[in-house]
């Protein structure tokens, strides 16, 4: 990997989401992650989703009272729940199952769609990070609109499916209201990234060749590949470059992290 983080950007924030499961949304959150963390970027990993399974992922273990819930009400601070991974330049503020009842104590709450928002700002202004990623729940619910809130833009994996079409409609929409609100006035999407691709099928190349010709320049070059050692690594809580770091997917996310990284140069 001969790209490095050069330059100082004011903390950004990227959300990872996809209201569509089993689209390697966790899978992208984790490896873009450690992909820019080994470019020499500061990272932050945000785990809202309350499966946890970006916590497990880069090997943190799952505890109580370690994630975003006070927060997010407004009872304790974001910044005291960040933890340091076996990583370089990488940190994560991990998720739990209790995380799932926050929606019901959220939905009572006055702006309970600006939770988030108002708990990561004081991270915002810090110099901690160059990048947050934050990891959404596979819904449209308080949560992940917690998330649409806080963040700059949007980044959505999509399943080389015929079917992948369809998750990415209701998200537009809710982006819209977003901004129409006020609530997150000048959220957009930082890019369109197709997964599980397998070059060998007709399908994958229709389904890419479609997301193509609707999206345009949203849609990344790269394309993350169907194998066998993606879907290991999680198992043994890495990201794929420290599992694998020869791997056909290890390649893909390096490569997807410089990319990435210079469309937030660009827009900066």
Not at 2 to 15: D, G, L, M, Q, S
Not at 142 to 169: H, K, M, R, V
Not at 244 to 266: F, M, P
Request: negative net charge; charged residues 20%; glycine residues 6%.
């Amino acid at each position: 990997m001969n790209f490095h983080y050069t330059e100082v950007v004011p903390n950004r924030v990227i959300a990872v989401a996809n209201q569509k499961g089993g689209v390697g949304k966790t899978t992208t959150s984790v490896n873009l992650a450690a992909c820019l963390a080994a470019m020499e970027c500061r990272v932050l990993l945000v785990d809202m989703d309350p499966q946890a399974n970006a916590t497990s992922g880069l090997g943190v273990e799952v505890a109580e009272n370690a994630s975003a819930y006070g927060p997010l009400l407004g009872e304790e601070a974001l910044q005291d729940k960040i933890q340091k991974t076996n990583y370089p330049n990488l940190w994560i503020i991990p998720s739990e199952v209790d995380l799932c009842g926050v929606e019901i104590e959220l939905a009572r709450t006055e702006k309970h769609l600006l939770r988030f928002q108002l708990a990561l700002d004081p991270l915002r202004q810090s110099e901690g990070f160059d990048l947050i990623l934050v990891d959404c729940p596979p819904s449209l619910g308080i949560l992940t609109l917690n998330a649409f809130a806080g963040a700059d833009w949007l980044l959505i994996p999509l399943q080389c499916e015929y079917y992948s079409l369809e998750g990415i409609t209701m998200i537009h929409r809710i982006l819209s209201q977003l901004r129409e609100t006020g609530t997150s006035p000048n959220l957009g999407i930082i890019g369109v990234m197709m997964t599980m691709f397998d070059g060998r099928t007709k399908l994958s190349q229709q389904v890419l060749q479609e997301v193509r010709q609707h999206f345009h320049d949203l849609v990344f070059e790269t394309v993350i590949p169907r194998t066998t050692r993606l879907a290991e690594a999680p198992s043994f809580g890495q990201p794929i470059i420290y599992y694998d770091k020869y791997s056909a997917g290890a390649a893909a996310y390096e490569v997807l992290a410089e990319e990435l990284w210079q469309r937030i140069q660009n827009y900066t």
